[in-house]
């Protein structure tokens, strides 16, 4: 047998409850690591992204997401082009 996520296994849920499921494994894995990292962050909406901000403000710890974007997507983002920080 395999992962089981309220019964059902891991494979078959939903995103949001995989992704709620491997935000929280990641917040308490290592209490002294306090960044989550989240690849292809842009496959995400905005209110899927306020949720993990949540999470991350609840446990304690920072986001790190990888999003594709054209412009400002937040003001406490780090914007990088072409593996280069910009002002």
């Given at each position: ?62 986001i790190w997401a ?7 997507l937040c003001a ?12």
């Open positions: 047998t395999g992962l089981e996520l309220l019964g059902v296994p891991l494979a078959q849920a939903s995103e949001a409850q995989r992704m709620n499921f491997w935000v929280a494994l990641g917040a308490s894995s290592n209490p002294r690591i306090r960044v989550l990292v989240i690849r292809r962050a842009s496959l995400y909406d905005h209110a899927r992204m306020e949720q993990l901000a949540s999470i991350a403000k609840d446990h304690g710890f920072q990888e999003v594709v974007s054209e412009g400002v406490d983002g780090v914007e990088i082009v072409d593996g280069e920080a910009q002002p």
